[in-house]
Nanobody, 127 residues
Framework: QVELVECGGGLVQAGGSLRLSCAASGRTVSNYALGWIRQAPGKERDFVAA????????YYADSVKGRFTISRDNAKNTVYLQMNSLKPEDTAVYYC????????????????????WGQGTLVTVSS
């Protein structure tokens, strides 16, 4: 089945930028919605952003609107998260996820139901 591998995490100073990538293998994810979930130390998992299988619809958590941009390239079987104006509170493990059932706006309350998860990549933002 589908496997997801994230890359691009690291250490960045507040105000800086990072771009995360998530590459799928095993089969195409062109019919999956794709997105990003993060988990800060000692906190519950939190929705970040999602994009529909067509790439035409995106949905963002209020905390990242205007700073983060999600996109996908179905030819490369890859989803991206461009993160700008990073804040210390963005520090978390970021997980890529894929799902064929739930539309992007359902993701915040369906985190536990998403089909496929990557291994996560750590983003640390220093002040």
């Amino acid at each position: 089945q589908v496997e997801l591998v994230e890359c691009g995490g690291g250490l960045v100073q507040a105000g800086g930028s990072l771009r995360l990538s998530c590459a799928a293998s095993g089969r195409t994810v062109s019919n999956y919605a794709l997105g990003w979930i993060r988990q800060a130390p000692g906190k519950e998992r939190d929705f970040v952003a999602a994009v529909s299988w067509s790439g035409q619809t995106t949905y963002y958590a209020d905390s990242v609107k205007g700073r983060f941009t999600i996109s996908r390239d179905n030819a490369k079987n890859t989803v991206y998260l461009q993160m700008n104006s990073l804040k210390p509170e963005d520090t978390a493990v970021y997980y890529c996820a894929a799902d064929r059932i739930y539309a992007t706006r359902r993701w915040p309350d369906k985190i536990g139901n998403l089909e496929v998860w990557g291994q996560g990549t750590l983003v640390t933002v220093s002040s």
